[in-house]
């Protein structure tokens, strides 16, 4: 017998939470870990292009050598939301945790190609070739990932606690970011041009090779989303026809949700162009504005899970991503245009104002998107928006910022970032906002609670039931 309850008394029969699940800890650090691991795979690329890409991409000049860099970096972001279209219905349909260790597997894979290739000297056009093959097997693993794993995080918190778990998605991207970057200063640091040059740049991506197998044996061992389960139970359609329910059913939520998404343009130039944007725009060393990105990063890490634990008292929908927007805004042209004044003092100050605003804006999105979705489609949804947005907007961010530089017009990109955040502002303003003062069982105001002979489960309300509760 198939009966429902509200969402507001998801209990089973014994009175316990049917969502409730142990080894949270476990499945929490399986997941932050992992996600870490493939971010911090993916950054290192973008930070050192610039040192790779003449033994790699020779030419006649540096920056079409550095342009020859960056667009195989955009070939990862293209392959992303293809992935993630085509494999996101499949986590709806399978599990989370069983894609997020394939997608694990195929980022570290990625790595040591990189890190293993031959310079063009040697091998010729395999090099670059090598390097193609290297970015579609991470484009692939990251098309898979963010979802999967924001959906995986949210669906294990408590009620009054999603906001904090959701942002352990981007602390984890934050702590890549910050560990690529670290990474990128110590090579940078401790080689000589030329042996920089040559071999001491394949250390980081070595590395990360490596730990992604400590990633993936933590992700094997981790247990499935519960929501996920308990949805699995009353919803069995294929993965094709979940894609095309999200797409009839969820029209508004995979607006909002590429929305919330777009402001990653800002990300990404800060996370990888910025000390290259700083070293050819003002002469500054690489070293030193790797490791005054390193400083402005950690305040990134300690901003998204503090502004995800504000969240869950205050709010989210509107507030934050609103602030984050806003300050975005406002600051992004004169930070970069605060870069013409010498000092080292000056490039901290510019990378650490950025990261205070994008980390507002990061701390917030993926628990967001998690509850714009019913547990039915959530991966499918945030990855048809959020994969498509990236790599259209993502991708190509340290491309059309090295062309503008290269053009002569450096101040282009803060201009190019402020216009896209600025859409997206207006689109934040039309999010509902759940609260938290009345935590859902569920994720989604959408899901409710069915009993099916006794077990607890999740099902989708009706689609006509979805736009009267939104």
């Known amino acids: 017998m198939t009966t429902s309850r509200p969402v507001s ?32 795979d993916w950054y290192i690329y973008g930070l050192l292009a610039a040192v790779f890409s003449s033994q790699i991409f020779p030419s006649h000049s540096q920056f079409a050598s ?37 997608g694990i597997s195929g980022m570290a894979l990625g790595a040591l190609i990189i890190g293993l290739t031959p310079p063009y000297a040697s091998v010729g056009i395999l090099a670059p070739i090598m390097f193609v093959v290297a970015r579609i097997l991470q484009g692939i693993s990251a098309g898979s990932e963010g979802q999967s794993a924001i959906a995986y995080l949210v669906e294990h918190a408590p009620a009054k606690r999603r906001g904090l778990f959701g942002s352990f998605t981007n602390l984890a991207s934050g702590l ?23 071999y001491g740049w394949r ?44 797409l009839r059913n969820h029209p508004k939520a995979i607006i909002q949700t590429a929305a919330l998404s777009a402001p990653a343009v800002a990300y990404y130039t800060w996370a990888t162009f910025l000390p290259t944007y700083a070293n050819l725009t003002s002469g500054r060393d690489l070293s030193s504005t ?25 709010g989210r929908r509107k507030i934050f991503p609103i602030i984050g927007a806003i300050g975005m805004i406002v600051l992004f042209y004169p930070l970069l245009l605060l870069l013409n004044v010498p000092g080292f003092g000056t490039y ?35 990855g048809f928006a959020h994969q498509l947005v990236i790599a259209i907007f993502g991708g190509t961010a340290p491309l059309i910022a090295a062309a503008f530089v ?27 906002e759940t609260g938290s003062r009345n935590p859902q069982k569920t994720v989604s105001v959408t899901d409710s609670i069915t009993v099916i002979d006794g077990a607890a489960g999740i099902a989708d309300t009706t689609a006509e039931s979805n736009s009267t509760k939104r």
């Open 203 to 246: 250390f980081p991506f070595i590395f990360g090779g490596i730990i992604g197998v400590i990633g993936l044996i933590m992700r094997a061992r981790s247990d499935e989303s519960p929501e996920f389960e308990a949805s699995a139970t009353v919803d069995q359609k294929s993965a094709p026809k979940k894609l095309l329910e999200l």
């Open 348 to 382: 901290i100050i510019v990378a650490a104002s950025g990261w205070v605003v994008l980390g507002i804006w990061q701390a917030v999105y993926p628990t967001i998107q998690a509850e714009l979705f019913p547990a039915a489609v959530r991966v499918s949804g945030i």
């Open 9 to 40: 008394d998801a209990t089973a029969p014994d009175g316990a939470n049917p969502l409730e699940h142990k080894g949270r800890t476990k499945n929490l650090v399986a997941g932050t870990v992992g996600h870490f691991v493939e971010w911090y």
């Open 176 to 198: 890549a970011t910050l560990a690529a970057t670290g990474a990128a200063a110590i090579v940078t640091s401790a080689f000589d041009p030329d042996a920089l040059a040559s």
């Open 290 to 314: 790797l490791v005054g990105s390193v400083i402005g990063l950690v305040l990134l890490v300690i901003i998204v899970p503090v502004t995800g634990y504000v969240s869950d008292r205050l």
């Open 406 to 432: 290269g053009s002569g017009h450096p101040m282009l990109v803060a201009v190019y970032m402020i216009v896209i955040v600025a859409v997206c502002l207006v689109v934040y303003f039309t999010l509902p």
């Open 66 to 102: 550095l342009i020859a860099a960056f667009l195989t970096y955009a070939i990862g972001f293209v392959v992303r939301p293809l992935s993630g279209i085509i494999i996101s219905p499949i986590a709806d349909r399978y599990g989370r945790r069983r894609i997020m260790a394939l």
